[in-house]
């Protein structure tokens, strides 16, 4: 079957660096997403990653790793409007998105 | 402000009602999306439409029933709910369907099934 994990809530302190993990299992594969949801509001697009590596997107990194069916999100310089969930998907190959549970990710003074 | 607009934002409704989500996007998209979204859970696909035409529907009762009049607009009609639909239900859209296109997310409709 398909399917998606990460942790379901981390803490983190204000000025930190947090890492959120995320590993799937899908039919074929066509990129991971990674959306930012706070509270009450819609999903909003972080990034996309299909090809191995870091993307870098200011304070925010995406890193991709095919062989291993992982990826993770890199937020640097914690600040507290980072507190939200954030959702990892996966894309199988009839480019359909597999999402996990979201992760909500607790910021800390 | 993501370029997608709900109504209602928040609907409570018997078991026994009738009601309508309407969805709009302003983006020029061809592929529109209605997803539920409960607590804690993975986001669920319910509807994916194409140039207006239903592509997906997984599984889905059919006390829940779509429509997509043009490429602007989406409604999901309610029609005797069940507590358990109770959740949040998203719209979004994308350029195109069948393929590697970031999806735009509306703000939802927080429903309740009393």
């Known amino acids: 079957g398909q399917n998606i994990d990460q942790p379901t809530e981390m803490t983190a302190t204000e000025g930190a660096i947090v890492q959120i993990n995320c590993t799937y299992q899908?039919?074929?594969?066509?990129?991971l997403f990674w959306y930012q949801q706070h509270a009450g509001e819609a999903p909003t697009f972080l990034s996309y990653?299909?090809l191995d590596g870091l993307e870098e997107k200011g304070r925010f990194s995406s890193f991709l790793s095919r062989s291993k069916g992982y990826s993770y999100l890199l937020l640097k310089e914690l600040q507290m409007k980072d507190s939200a969930s954030y959702l990892c998907a996966a894309m199988d190959s009839n480019y359909q998105l597999i999402w996990g549970a979201g992760t909500k990710l607790i910021i800390k003074p | 402000e993501t370029g997608v607009t709900q109504t209602p934002r928040h609907l409570v409704m018997g078991m026994t009602n009738k009601k309508s989500l309407k969805c709009e996007q302003h983006?020029?998209?061809?592929?529109m999306y209605w997803y539920k979204q409960s607590a804690k859970k993975p986001l669920e696909l319910m509807f994916v439409y194409s140039l207006e035409e239903r592509v997906e529907n997984n599984s889905v009762p059919s006390r829940f029933s779509p429509e997509c009049p043009n490429s602007s607009h989406l409604f999901l009609h309610l029609h005797t709910l069940q507590p358990e639909d109770s959740a949040l239900y998203l719209c979004?859209?994308?350029?195109?369907?069948?393929?590697?296109?970031?999806?735009?997310f509306g703000p939802g409709t927080r429903l309740t099934v009393t």
């Open positions: 899908t039919s074929g594969f066509n990129g």
């Open positions: 979004a859209s994308s350029q195109d369907q069948g393929g590697p296109y970031e999806q735009y």
């Open positions: 983006l020029g998209h061809n592929a």
């Open positions: 990653n299909v």
